[in-house]
C-alpha cells in the first residue's frame, strides 16, 4: 500500500503559479508511473498529467504547455508545477498511481487545495 502526501496548494491569482508536491511511502514508487489529478467542484476527479518511472510525460489538453510535472525517485516525490494559472484550474488535487487507481487498488491522500481567483 502506498501512502501519499499532497501539499502546495493555496490561492492564487489568474496567471500565476504554484508548485505542488507530493511525499510517497512504499516501494512501488519507483517503478511505476504517477499521475496527478484534479476535482473540480461538482466535478468527477480527473487525471492531468502523468510521468512515467523513466521521466515521459503526457497531460491533459486543458493544461498542455503550463503544467509541469517531474519526479525525483531518490526522494520518492512527484511535482507538478503549474503556470499561468486560469479560474478553471481551481480544485483539490491528489497525487496516486494511475494503474492503481484504474484498477481501483489505492486509496486517496488529503489532496491540496488550489484556488485561482479572477
Do not use: H
Not at 68 to 76: C, G, L, V
Amino acid at each position: 500500500q502506498v501512502q501519499l502526501v499532497e501539499s502546495g496548494g493555496g490561492l492564487v491569482q489568474a496567471g500565476g503559479s504554484l508548485r505542488l508536491s507530493c511525499a510517497a511511502s512504499g516501494s512501488i514508487f519507483n517503478s511505476n508511473a504517477m499521475g496527478w489529478y484534479r476535482q473540480a467542484p461538482g466535478k468527477q476527479r480527473e487525471l492531468v498529467a502523468r510521468i512515467t518511472s523513466g521521466g515521459s510525460t503526457n497531460y491533459a489538453d486543458s493544461v498542455k504547455g503550463r503544467f509541469t510535472i517531474s519526479r525525483d525517485n531518490a526522494q520518492n516525490t512527484v511535482y507538478l508545477q503549474m503556470n499561468s494559472l486560469k479560474p478553471e484550474d481551481t480544485g483539490v488535487y491528489y497525487c496516486n498511481v494511475p494503474v492503481l487507481v484504474f484498477t481501483r487498488s489505492t486509496s486517496w491522500g488529503q489532496g491540496t487545495q488550489v484556488t485561482v481567483s479572477s
